[in-house]
């Protein structure tokens, strides 16, 4: 059976257990000792605990038998993963030039006006978090923004609100 880290787990006293590791271990076995492990394993990991802190790389580190050093290069390198705690609904606001030009900036600042949050942030109750997104393809929808899969377009600041409000039920 594989050492565990459950006592360091956010939100333990010491004496309870944080299932989310036993789910990370079924992952982990899975992948072990198979060829580019890594990535599948973390993706496992931000999904089960919404995002990478360091103790759940230190886990993944020592579960694959791996430096954390390599795990955090990993964590780091790819904006899919997150260090940081992520909202259920991730708010993408499309930066790309079309967007850009056509006021992505102003549904950036209405939406950090109704969220009380800038970008990069996450709201306090772990609902939305605000971040800025490449060129999303959608440039005959500019400008555009999307949360999670939902892709809406041809924005302007005053939808805002109405858009979050669908979030928030």
Do not use: W
């Not at 992952?27 to 072990?32: P, R, T």
């Not at 999904?47 to 230190?58: A, G, N, R, S, T």
């Amino acid at each position: 059976m594989m050492t565990t880290v459950k006592d360091r787990c956010p939100g333990c006293d010491g004496n309870e257990q944080d299932e989310r590791y036993d789910e990370l271990d079924k992952v982990i076995a899975e992948y072990k000792g198979k060829p580019g492990a890594l990535i599948p394993v973390l993706h496992a990991a931000q999904k089960i605990f919404k995002y990478l802190p360091e103790e759940v790389q230190d886990y993944v580190a020592r579960g694959l038998e791996m430096s954390p050093s390599e795990v955090y290069g990993v964590t780091t390198f790819y904006s899919f993963f997150s260090t940081t705690p992520q909202g259920e609904y991730k708010i993408g606001v499309c930066m790309g030039t079309a967007c850009y030009v056509k006021g992505a900036g102003k549904l950036i600042e209405e939406i950090e006006k109704e969220l009380g949050i800038s970008v990069g942030e996450t709201t306090p109750d772990e609902k939305f978090t605000l971040v800025q997104t490449r060129c999303i393809g959608a440039c005959g929808l500019a400008p555009v923004l999307t949360v999670n899969d939902d892709v809406h377009g041809r924005l302007t600041p005053d939808e805002i609100p109405g858009i979050l409000a669908k979030y928030r039920d």
